[in-house]
């Protein structure tokens, strides 16, 4: 049976000499094609005796397989190659870069990033937030919050006015945001527990006063609530904020007409070149206002201060972000500068939570 | 409210230092601002004397003097002070010292060539008044070697205290004093004045001239007469006191009366009693009335305000200030001393209307103790008599102090109601007693309550455990976990604060940067974005740029964007998300996000780069970003409409309108109107967008989180191109609509993928390519069901938009 091994031989020195995929299959067509040579063997097997078929059948069938085998092989190493060729002309400069995406370039402001903090941490103390407008009457920024008519401390609001209205009236623009604590009171029923949060106005300005800025008032009306509470909440409420282990508060006794009694709240800490660390240091610095709702504020919401007490505090949240994030200058803050935005902004996904931390 | 350590020292016994005093001081209540203690930083000043001064060797204008410190022999030092001369007793600071108003240290030093082994002080190098040009001349007998700030007698610290509205009773030094007694911190030794027995009725009759319902006005005018007083300069101990908390001294009458104002925060008034004519009325001023006052100025009186006035008109403003015609000066012998009550509420309005501040009014507005009227009167008699001499009348009594007392029923269970602090009834009892409160037991753990005259802020019992708080110590106060809400905390945020919070997100992802630009705007801003409604004008607005409530968050991101780019960032992309004012009631309240685009930032890309072609943000961009962030809210855009056009301050061609119909628009997108860009100075073209997001349709209340279900077809979707020929003014999303509609079973999905006009396309046409993706349903679809859709595809899109397959 040399024909075979001869026909093997010759077949498998083509296919290894078929240097690209029309002469491999030309190749493959002499062998293997209805006209070809082993195609042509395994037709004369039926006119075999059946025992000489199943020994050249056998033979036959094991030259299809090993050429059918190799055919692949060396077709399989032809596209690798050419493959190989065509990558090694396929090059970029990998140090262009493509522009950059909308998520590097979009920026949300800190004051936006900050109400996010506060809410995630007042969200866990069972706070709902609570909002109302700009555009207040008198009634409920002043007089129902225990100002007198004519007080000096109303004088203190540097208060913002409309032209009165058809009755007489004038509306001005909220000087703080105890007028939401004020409508909260008198629409829901205790237990309450709410952040205030939003702008807030006085005509003033200077190097730390805006005529516009930012607050959070927090209101807590049950039966149960007194001042260790509020300063439980208070030292929670920073040390999560600012992100630390412990803070050291000190109260001291204050006046607001809606408070009773009254405490403004220093926080000790260091400044060490622009930077402020709480729960160390010397200083202690004016971070907030509270106290117990004063009972005439109660009365005029239609609550029994017998019956119910809570307390109130309130903090600016631009000075929040001042102090956790080091902007020097509150007026930058409505400039709307885009080096300071993109500077002191956060990035669309820094989204605080209490589960990742509020500042990642 | 500003008092020095020995002037409290005069109403409290004590051995606390100045830190103790300033700490206590806070502690309780009455906020120390500042302490300033004048000695502090002038210890090492001596004084010396000037032995010898001789011409420097080789400067003109310098001397070289020789020193007596009073310690060792005499030093050299060189000098400049024109008044450098032998004799003159001065203040010598050696080397070492630190100089306070140049901020360094001295050292040794050679002055052209000679050595100088300290200085010679001028009083403006110890920060303290006087002449500048010349060293400081003490008088001969200033012992040499002394301390100088402790000769001069500085060293009395000053307690600058930031004195909250409630407490006019800490306007006076005794009061302050009453509290750190109560405080623990000494005894309050302030005794009540001795009554001046009157020699001789008072000669000058008092009638307070009100209607009976203006009774309220002055409803207690006291006065007294002393004749034959020899006024002049007050003794040094006064003037001293006055200067130490910045007040100039200016005759014994006058001094008495400012020092009684901060002794025991009670104002008085001297009328020269020779240029009053006639008795006294106390009245409302009248219309055209006008009085030359002690400042100076003349003030335009209304019957608003309150005069002491005699036959020839107003003398004196009540409560707020005097005279200029009646008061007391160097020829003054018969003095008329004003104690009186005025009405707190009037007081402050007559102030604020005239725009007169004065320690007077400061009291009389916050409400001084009304028992201390007439001791306060006494009290002044006898300074006057003791500094100017003279005889009293007897006082003549107008009205009469308010009687009422406040008095608390309080039981002593709320304090730890209020504070959660266990407080022994004893305790809060002496505590209360020392401030004056007098406390009465009524009952089992109930006391009833008076408070002092002289705290009109006492009202009731939450007032009564503040005092007690305050006196006992705030940080005794116990930390105490608020109750946590059960299981899992619940959601908080109400829908649309979801939804602004989103929206932020949303936008910074469309890389945009948020800013945060006033609420209001100028009129030019308002007006050209809908705005300038009367009705949301500020009367007193802050600056004239800032007069508008904002109808849109626009205005604002213009300005902002034309602010960066003349800083020479050209390419913004601003957004800001809050309120805009559409009314003056609480539903012309709104909340938007709006954005816009300038220069290159467009939604690909900022600026120029490699990789995209160079394209100028236009309303399409804007169009893109508005989607987005409704993409992003969940809103349901199916049932949307986008109509040409938008309100004024748009491009009129070149802006569209998002609405669920023609009541319910929810926003705009666009390029701005040039115009309006133009008068707002700001170079376009800008493109923006607003939504209001408060018009955006609620997503539909369902009863549980299931989606519906997800069909999938084992069919693959097929896809067929179509070029359509329209008129130019034709809308693509008209055509879109109609393909979509030709077969809404079978079409998935339609979209424009070309848009083109020119060479090969009718003069007046456009050519718009759509793909459609046709998803077979039950089974493959074989061509002659693919034909006949493509046809009914094109009979609609000829039937609706009048559109022509290209040819």
Request: glycine share 10%; proline share 6%; charged share 25%.
């Amino acid at each position: 049976m040399t024909d075979l091994t001869e026909l093997e031989q010759e077949t498998l020195r083509q296919i290894e000499a078929a240097d690209n995929e029309a002469a491999l299959d030309a190749v493959r067509v002499a062998a293997l094609g209805k006209k070809g040579a082993i195609s042509a063997l395994l037709a004369t097997l039926g006119r075999m005796s059946p025992e000489e078929r199943k020994t050249q059948g056998a033979k036959i069938n094991a030259l299809k397989d090993v050429v059918t085998e190799r055919l692949a092989a060396r077709r399989a190493a032809l596209e690798n190659e050419a493959l190989e060729a065509r990558l090694k002309s396929e090059t970029l400069d990998v140090t262009l870069s493509p522009p950059s995406s909308a998520l590097e370039r979009g920026r949300l402001h800190p004051l936006s990033e900050v109400m996010d903090e506060l809410t995630a941490i007042f969200a866990d103390l069972g706070f709902a937030v609570a909002e109302g407008p700009d555009i207040e009457s008198d009634d409920y920024n002043f007089t129902k919050l225990n100002f007198p008519e004519g007080h000096p401390a109303r004088e203190m609001h540097d208060t913002f006015f409309f032209q009165p209205g058809p009755d007489g009236r004038r509306k001005l623009l909220r000087t703080h945001t105890s007028p939401v604590q004020v409508r909260t009171m008198l629409t829901q029923k205790p237990p309450i527990r709410v952040i205030c949060p939003g702008r807030t106005y006085r005509c003033d300005s200077d190097q730390t006063h805006t005529p516009m800025f930012h607050q959070v008032e927090g209101l807590v009306i049950d039966e149960t609530t007194h001042i260790g509470h509020l300063k439980w909440v208070l030292e929670e409420f920073l040390k999560a904020f600012f992100e630390v282990k412990s803070v050291n508060l000190r109260f001291r006794p204050s006046f607001f007409p809606f408070t009773e009694p009254s405490m403004e709240v220093d926080v000790q800490c260091r400044r060490q070149g622009g930077e402020i660390r709480f729960g160390e240091g010397e200083d202690f610095m004016e971070i907030l206002g509270c106290g117990m709702v004063h009972p005439n504020v109660l009365k005029n919401c239609g609550l029994d201060p017998d019956v119910y007490r809570g307390f109130a505090f309130g903090v600016g949240i631009d000075r929040l972000a001042m102090l956790k994030y080091g902007m020097p200058d509150l007026r930058a803050f409505f400039e709307a500068d885009v080096r300071w935005l993109r500077h002191y902004g956060f990035r669309p996904l820094d989204f605080p939570t209490l589960a990742g931390g509020l500042s990642g | 409210m500003k008092l020095t350590l020995s002037w409290l020292k005069t109403h409290l016994e004590t051995s606390a230092s100045l830190t103790e005093i300033a700490n206590t001081l806070t502690r309780t209540g009455l906020e120390v601002e500042n302490v300033h203690d004048p000695a502090a930083q002038l210890e090492d000043f001596i004084v010396a004397q000037v032995i010898d001064a001789a011409p420097h060797p080789n400067a003109d204008r310098l001397q070289v003097c020789m020193v007596d410190t009073g310690a060792g022999a005499p030093l050299q030092v060189v000098c400049g002070a024109p008044n450098a001369r032998a004799g003159l007793k001065t203040v010598f600071a050696a080397p070492g010292t630190y100089i306070p108003a140049k901020k360094f240290t001295l050292g040794k030093g050679v002055i052209r060539g000679v050595e100088s082994l300290g200085m010679l002080c001028s009083a403006s190098e110890l920060e303290l008044p006087g002449d500048a040009d010349g060293i400081m001349e003490l008088p001969e007998d200033a012992p040499v070697g002394a301390v100088y700030a402790q000769w001069a007698r500085l060293g009395d610290p000053v307690i600058d205290i930031n004195l909250t509205p409630n407490r006019p009773d800490a306007a006076g030094v005794s009061g302050v004093a009453r509290d750190l007694a109560a405080a623990g911190l000494g005894v309050f030794k302030t005794q009540p004045p001795t009554p001046v027995e009157g020699a001789f009725p008072c000669p000058v009759g008092v009638k307070l001239d009100f209607a009976a319902d203006d009774a309220y006005l002055a409803p207690l005018f006291a006065l007294r007469l002393v004749r034959g007083v020899k006024n002049g300069p007050s003794p040094a101990w006064l003037q001293d006191r006055l200067r130490s908390i910045g007040l100039r001294p200016i005759n014994r009458l006058v001094d008495i009366t400012n020092f009684l104002t901060f002794d025991r925060s009670r104002p008085l008034h001297v009328f020269d009693a020779k240029k009053v004519k006639d008795d006294l009325v106390v009245r409302r001023a009248r219309e055209g009335e006008e009085l030359l006052a002690l400042d100076g100025k003349t003030y335009k009186l209304d019957p608003e305000m309150v005069v002491i006035a005699d036959l020839a008109g107003p003398l004196s403003l009540a409560g707020v200030m005097g005279g200029e015609a009646s008061g007391c000066d160097e020829q003054t012998t018969d003095v008329l001393i004003e104690s009186a009550l005025w009405d707190p509420h009037n007081i402050a309005h007559t102030g604020r209307k005239l725009g007169i501040v004065t320690d007077a009014r400061y009291r009389f507005e916050r409400g001084v103790d009304p028992a201390f009227a007439l001791p306060g009167l006494e009290l002044a008699t006898q300074l006057v008599r003791e500094l100017c001499g003279g005889e009293a009348s007897k006082i003549v009594v107008a009205g009469a102090a308010p009687q009422g007392t406040r008095v608390v029923d309080f039981p002593f269970g709320e304090t730890k109601r209020l504070t959660g602090l266990d407080i022994e009834n004893d305790e809060a009892t002496t505590i209360l007693t020392r401030l004056g409160f007098a406390v009465a037991v009524i009952g089992e753990g109930r006391a009833s309550v008076t408070a002092p005259s002289w705290r009109p802020d006492i009202e009731g019992k939450a007032d009564i455990v503040e005092e007690i708080l305050r006196i006992k110590g705030v940080d005794e106060i116990v930390s105490t976990p608020l109750a946590r809400m059960e299981g899992v905390a619940a959601p908080v945020l109400t829908p649309l604060q979801k939804r602004i919070r989103t929206a932020r997100r949303a936008l910074a992802a469309q890389g945009l940067v948020e800013a945060v630009t006033w609420s209001f705007v100028s009129e030019k801003q308002a007006q050209g974005f809908g705005g300038g409604n009367p009705t949301l004008k500020l009367a007193n607005p802050i600056a004239s740029e800032l007069s508008d409530m904002r109808p849109s968050l626009l205005p604002g991101l213009v300005a902002a964007a034309g602010r960066n780019a003349a800083r020479g960032f050209a390419d913004s992309a601003l957004f800001e998300a809050g309120q805009i004012f559409l009314g003056e009631d609480e539903k012309g309240q709104r909340i938007a996000a709006a954005g816009l685009r300038r220069g290159l930032a467009t939604a690909q890309a900022e600026g120029r780069n490699w990789a995209t072609p160079t394209k100028r943000a236009g309303a399409y961009d804007a169009k893109a970003d508005a989607f987005a962030l409704l993409q992003a809210l969940g809103t349901a855009t199916g049932g949307m409409q986008v109509i040409g056009g938008a309100p004024a301050w748009f491009h009129p061609g070149r802006s569209g309108t998002l609405q669920f119909g023609p009541k319910a628009v929810v926003g705009y997108f666009g390029e701005l109107h040039p115009r309006l860009l133009m008068e707002l100075d700001v170079e376009g073209p800008i493109a923006a967008f607003e939504i209001y997001l408060d018009a955006l349709p609620a997503p539909k209340a369902k009863a549980t989180r299931t989606k519906p279900q997800l069909e999938l077809s084992d069919l693959q979707p097929l896809s067929r191109d179509f070029a359509f020929i329209v008129d130019r003014e034709a809308q693509a999303g008209e055509l879109l609509k109609a393909v979509l509609g030709a077969d809404k079973a079978l079409i998935a999905d339609a979209r424009i993928f070309d848009v083109y006009e020119g060479a090969g396309v009718p003069e007046g046409k456009k050519s718009i390519g759509v793909a459609v993706t046709v998803q077979p349903r039950e089974k493959t679809l074989t061509d002659v069901e693919i034909d006949a859709l493509a046809r009914k595809i094109v009979a609609e899109a000829e039937r609706k938009s009048r559109a022509t397959l290209r040819a």
